[in-house]
C-alpha cells in the first residue's frame, strides 16, 4: 500500500509521510521522556545554558585533535549549523597553546550552482568561508594544521571521501535541519522505483559523499537561519558527506539549540533512534544503527508541542 504523499512537496518523501502513531507519539514527549530515550549505542544530553552547551560543543574539537599525532592523525568532521561553537574552538587552541598541525578537520557539506559547481568563498554563504573566517584564521599560525588538512567537499569528492580511510575520523558533528538531515543528507525525490515507499534504508545507506537536490524545506530553511529570508539567494544543490563516510566516524554527534528545528522534529528523530525506527523518508532516524550516537539539546530550546495562535 502506498505511503501518503507529503503536506510540504508532494514530488519527495519526508516526515509527513511517516505512520500517525509515530508523529502522535512524538509529540507528546516531554523533556523529561526526552531525556529517559537513552540507550545503548545512543545517548540523549541535556544543557541548562547556552554557554555550556556551545562550550560543550567546541570542546569535542579540542578533545579530537588533541588525539592527534604526526603517525596517528585525527580529526572532525563539523557542520555550518550551529557555528557558535567556531570562535570558541580557536580561543581554546590560543589560550591552552594547543599544537594541533598534525590534526585534520572536515567541512561536511557545502552549496553547489546551477552548474554543479561548489560556490567560490565570496559567496555570503559559502561554508568553507564561514569556517575559515569563524575559527581557523583566528588559530595562532604557530599551532593550527596546514591547509591540506582541511578537507571541503568543493573540488574532488571522490578523494574527499578516501581521506576517512586515510584519517582517524574521531567524532563527527551536526546539526539538525527542519526536514530532518543531518549535514545535506535530505529525503530523496518520490521518483521510481520508490515512488509507494521510500528507498529501504540499506538502500539509503549506500550513498557517499555527493552533489545532491535540495528538498524545498531545506531551502527555505536556509533563507530563514542564514538569509535573513532571501530565497532566492539560496542554491537547491549541495555536496555533501554522505552515510557512506558518516558510519566511519566513531562518533556522532549532534547539536540542537532550537534555532534550525522545531520542537516537534526534535522529538521526531530522538524517538525514532531510541525504538530504532529507520526510514530514509526521515534521513536522522537512519542513525538508530550507527553504534555510537549522542544527541545534544539545549534544555530552554527544546521548547513544548502546543498549538498557539499568533
Not at 150 to 177: N, W
Request: net charge negative; with cysteine; hydrophobic share 35%.
Amino acid at each position: 500500500m502506498a505511503r501518503p504523499l507529503s503536506k510540504v512537496a508532494p514530488d519527495w518523501w519526508d516526515y509527513t509521510t511517516l505512520d500517525p502513531e509515530i508523529l502522535a507519539d512524538a509529540a507528546r514527549l516531554t523533556v523529561e521522556d526526552m531525556e529517559r530515550l537513552s540507550r545503548p549505542g545512543f545517548r540523549v544530553v541535556m544543557y541548562d545554558t547556552l554557554e555550556e552547551f556551545y562550550l560543550a560543543e567546541a570542546l569535542e574539537y579540542v578533545n579530537a585533535w588533541r588525539q592527534s599525532t604526526e603517525d596517528n592523525p585525527a580529526g572532525i568532521c563539523g557542520p555550518i549549523g550551529p557555528t557558535e561553537q567556531l570562535p570558541l574552538v580557536a580561543r581554546i587552541v590560543n589560550e591552552l597553546q594547543l599544537d594541533v598541525r598534525s590534526a585534520h578537520f572536515w567541512g561536511m557539506d557545502e552549496w553547489v550552482d546551477e552548474q554543479g559547481n561548489p560556490v567560490p568563498t565570496t559567496h555570503p554563504l559559502s561554508f568553507a568561508r564561514a569556517d575559515m573566517e569563524l575559527c581557523f584564521n583566528r588559530i595562532d599560525p604557530k599551532l593550527r594544521m596546514p591547509h591540506d588538512h582541511l578537507h571541503f567537499p568543493t573540488g574532488d569528492l571522490e578523494a574527499y571521501s578516501r581521506t576517512y580511510d586515510q584519517i582517524r575520523c574521531v567524532v563527527m558533528q551536526g546539526g539538525q535541519g527542519e526536514v530532518k538531515h543531518w549535514a545535506f543528507n535530505d529525503p530523496p525525490r518520490r521518483l521510481p522505483p520508490w515512488t509507494d515507499q521510500p528507498p529501504p534504508p540499506e538502500e539509503y545507506r549506500k550513498l557517499c559523499t555527493r552533489v545532491t537536490d535540495l528538498h524545498p524545506m531545506t531551502i527555505i530553511q536556509n533563507a530563514r537561519t542564514s538569509g535573513g529570508g532571501q530565497v532566492a539567494l539560496v542554491p537547491t544543490k549541495a555536496a555533501t558527506v554522505g552515510p557512506v563516510e558518516t558510519w566511519k566516524a566513531e562518533k556522532v554527534s549532534i547539536w540542537q539549540a532550537g534555532n534550525h528545528d522545531n520542537p516537534f522534529g526534535m522529538r521526531l528523530t530522538a524517538l525514532m533512534i531510541s525504538k530504532k525506527i529507520a526510514d530514509s523518508a526521515v534521513p536522522m532516524s537512519l542513525l538508530a544503527d550507527h553504534p555510537n550516537v549522542q544527541f545534544n539539546y539545549y534544555r530552554k530550546g527544546v521548547g513544548v508541542v502546543a498549538t498557539e495562535m499568533h
